[in-house]
């Protein structure tokens, strides 16, 4: 059966959320699944939108999805994609769903002049071979580090401590400046 595959629209917010706990399930992180649909249609389809998304879609249901956002980099020419996920139902993986969503997302990076595509994977998951058949390439001098609760809310709470001079310093430094 024939994959097609179009931009996601928030009438499939339910199929993409789906999909996301599934995939949440695999990594062993259904605790991070807090976002609720307004959550979704805000930051995926919003004015603002946080993050862009393609659906699979075999018979006219939704087998699939990737999902990416775009950000810039100083000194790159172009933005680049960050894929965040990649999803296919069991039932339909190895049939070339994955392959054409990288696909489309790949012609939407061209369209917009990236500079490239990067994602993540665990190093124990079977997709790194997948994603190496695509042409990705592993960067072995880079790690990705990621700082979570209740991390960030500790480095956070250092910023006041640092950033607050007693009165008479900030009014030598205001002295200095001015």
């Not at 499939?12 to 249609?41: C, G, P, Q, Y």
């Not at 980099?73 to 049939?95: C, E, I, T």
């Amino acid at each position: 059966m024939p994959v097609a595959v179009r931009p996601a629209t928030p009438a499939d917010i339910a199929a993409l959320r789906r999909m996301k706990r599934e995939l949440l399930a695999f990594e062993n992180s259904l605790h991070v699944d807090t976002a609720s649909d307004d959550d979704w249609r805000r930051d995926g389809f919003g004015p603002h939108a946080q993050f862009h998304a393609f659906v699979a879609e075999v018979d006219r249901q939704i087998v699939g999805m990737v999902t990416y956002s775009k950000r810039g980099f100083p000194g790159w020419r172009g933005r680049a994609f960050f894929v965040h996920d990649l999803y296919v139902d069991a039932a339909h993986r190895r049939r070339g769903c994955a392959r054409a969503l990288m696909a489309a997302l790949a012609a939407k990076a061209q369209a917009q002049n990236a500079a490239f595509v990067e994602l993540t994977v665990h190093a124990n998951n079977d997709a790194r071979n997948f994603y190496s058949r695509l042409g990705f390439a592993h960067v072995s001098h880079c790690m990705s580090y990621a700082a979570a609760q209740p991390a960030l809310h500790a480095l956070a709470g250092t910023s006041a401590r640092l950033l607050s001079f007693p009165p008479q310093e900030r009014a030598r430094a205001q002295n200095k400046a001015g």
